[in-house]
């Protein structure tokens, strides 16, 4: 067993037989503080996979406000899935909040794939449904529970946010202003 499939196999979805396969396809770029993967306006040409450091995921709205969608810690994917699938330009940026590893698969790299066997296609599959479902959570998360808890269950589920994401990105995350976030993080700690 490979030391990268020791790693990352699990990670990605992929048992060892096909592992060297993806892995041969992936390309590491490093990400300087506020670089782009992606802006607004360009399609979408990788999936990304970070190894070390942090990336953000936020649209700009009408009033030209940034509002964050989702934070990519070490070990998570990340990509504009919509841009890809219907290759059109990006509402999202996608941006490195700190120094940044990536690994990148070009989607026509992973197109390939898909069309070489079940296999791949499986993976794909995962892949989306794992998009899905972090997605859809986002979504309830926003519509169903208040500020409050919206920072509890952030702060449950991934305590990485408040160590590494400035506060101006977190409270924009959680769909209220940083003044906000100040009071809810005051009533919870007395």
Same mark, same amino acid.
């Not at 037989?17 to 396969?21: I, P, T, Y």
């Given at each position: 067993m490979s030391e990268d499939f020791k790693k990352y196999g699990e990670l990605f979805l992929v048992d060892e037989?096909?592992?060297?396969?993806l892995f041969s396809l992936l390309k590491s770029v490093k990400f300087k503080r506020s670089d782009f993967f992606l802006q607004e306006g360009e399609k979408c040409q990788y999936l990304g996979f970070v190894e070390s450091g942090t990336m953000r995921s936020?649209?700009? $709205?009408?009033?030209? *406000? &940034?509002?964050?969608?989702?934070?990519?810690?070490?070990? #998570?994917?990340?990509?504009?899935?919509?841009?890809?699938?219907?290759?059109k330009?990006?509402?999202? $940026?996608?941006?490195? *909040? &700190?120094?940044?590893?990536?690994?990148?698969?070009?989607? #026509?790299?992973?197109?390939?794939?898909?069309?070489?066997?079940?296999y791949w296609q499986q993976f794909g599959r995962r892949m989306t449904e794992k998009i899905y479902l972090g997605a859809k959570k986002r979504i309830e998360d926003l519509l169903y529970y208040s500020p409050e808890k919206r920072y509890l269950n952030l702060l449950k589920e991934n305590p990485l946010v408040f160590e590494k994401i400035p506060q101006k990105f977190i409270a924009s995350y959680l769909g209220i202003t940083p003044q906000s976030l100040s009071r809810i993080r005051n009533r919870i700690s007395h």
């Open positions: 037989e096909h592992f060297g396969e936020y649209y700009v $709205n009408e009033d030209g *406000v &940034e509002k964050n969608f989702d934070f990519h810690f070490k070990h #998570n994917f990340f990509t504009d899935y919509e841009s890809i699938l219907c290759d330009k990006s509402n999202m $940026n996608i941006q490195a *909040v &700190e120094e940044a590893e990536v690994l990148l698969l070009n989607k #026509n790299e992973l197109q390939k794939l898909y069309h070489k066997e079940a």
